[in-house]
């Protein structure tokens, strides 16, 4: 079993920035893949971005892509979302997953953290 709690949520301007970390307990970290997904209100969960185990790979959704960073440091057994020039439309609950992986679909983790609302005023 793997447990994923995320944090660094919160309230930001446009523009602005935030980064969330997503921390990582119970069976090895680095053995997974991980995935950043949000999921708006009166919207599906969509995907974000993805880092393979070794953190040699990476793929973002088109919304996304140049603005949003994901890595990861096993050391730590945290992978982090960094956000830059955010937008209103970012304005979501972001959660954390782990998988064997590191695809854009939520049957491809196992394992999810409870979320994170990330609020981007206008």
């Known amino acids: 079993q793997v447990q994923l709690v995320e944090s660094g949520g919160g309230l930001v301007q446009a523009g602005g920035s935030l980064r969330l970390s997503c921390a990582a307990s119970g069976r090895t970290f680095s053995s997974y893949a991980m995935g950043w997904f949000r999921q708006a209100p009166g919207k599906e969960r969509e995907f974000v971005a993805a880092?393979?185990?070794?953190?040699?790979?990476?793929y973002y959704a088109d919304s996304v892509k140049g603005r949003f960073t994901i890595s990861r440091d096993n050391a730590k057994n945290t992978v982090y979302l960094q956000m830059n020039s955010l937008k209103p439309e970012d304005t979501a609950v972001y959660s954390c997953?782990?998988?064997?992986?590191?695809?854009?679909?939520?049957?491809?983790?196992?394992?999810w953290g409870q979320g994170t609302q990330v609020t981007v005023s206008s």
């Open positions: 997953a782990a998988g064997w992986k590191a695809g854009t679909d939520s049957y491809e983790y196992d394992y």
């Open positions: 880092i393979s185990w070794s953190g040699g790979s990476t």
